[in-house]
């Protein structure tokens, strides 16, 4: 089923969660049913689903990634924290057993080209240890990165969490994987679609005049 939902004054197409929810407690629901967490999840699930995509070509692959990873970024920012009631704080879901690497399109093809260059913390500075010299700047030396291990990681993220809710579906797996979802893309997974996005804005405009 799909809905339209306003985003910034406009209103998009979403594919509005038809999972079970029927054993969910209510609340566990009310917040499924929010529209920042409806369209995280379809954006997260689409996402997914361009990686694992078979036959596609390379420059189809580029242009929808780029649109996919800005969604997702949008949707993971917009996201809210769902606070723990049912999930225990030991709680522990074996992520390497839920895992389902599926991830057999084009991005495993992309070889080489996909490496770049990045700063790793622009805005990181530390004490130097003189009182008088105030703030300084480390970490100034550009590191390589790799949208291929860019988006692994953020399909592992996405794809773990997704599966808990889907193939599990239980209060405790349903909150634990919303809580992750967000813990994830402030700790781990947001970085690597900013480093991703970066990289999709100089293949796409860097020498090419605007318009």
């Known amino acids: 089923m799909e809905i339209l939902v306003r985003l910034y004054g406009a209103y998009i197409q979403v594919r509005y969660n038809t999972m079970k929810t029927d054993k969910l407690s209510a609340d566990i629901k009310e917040f499924l049913g929010r529209q920042a967490t409806v369209i995280f999840l379809d954006t997260s699930r689409k996402f997914v689903g361009l990686l694992e995509t078979e036959d596609i070509s390379k420059e189809e692959f580029y242009s929808k990634a780029h649109i996919a990873i800005l969604e997702l ?68 030396e550009a590191s390589q990165g790799w949208l291929i291990d860019d988006f692994e990681d953020i399909y592992r993220d996405l794809k773990i969490e997704l599966l808990k809710i889907d193939s599990i579906g239980t209060d405790e797996a349903v909150e634990d994987a919303l809580w992750n979802f967000k813990w994830s893309f402030v700790n781990h997974w947001g970085q690597h679609a900013v480093n991703a996005i970066r990289y999709f804005h100089y293949l796409t405009y860097d020498g090419k005049p605007t318009i």
């Open 73 to 140: 970024y949008l949707a993971g920012h917009k996201l809210e924290q769902i606070e723990l009631k049912y999930s225990p704080d030991d709680r522990d879901f074996d992520r390497d057993a839920i895992f389902e690497h599926k991830n057999v399109g084009q991005i495993s093809e992309l070889g080489a080209e996909a490496f770049y260059w990045e700063v790793f913390d622009p805005r990181y500075s530390e004490k130097d240890g003189q009182p008088d010299t105030g703030w300084v700047v480390t970490d100034r």
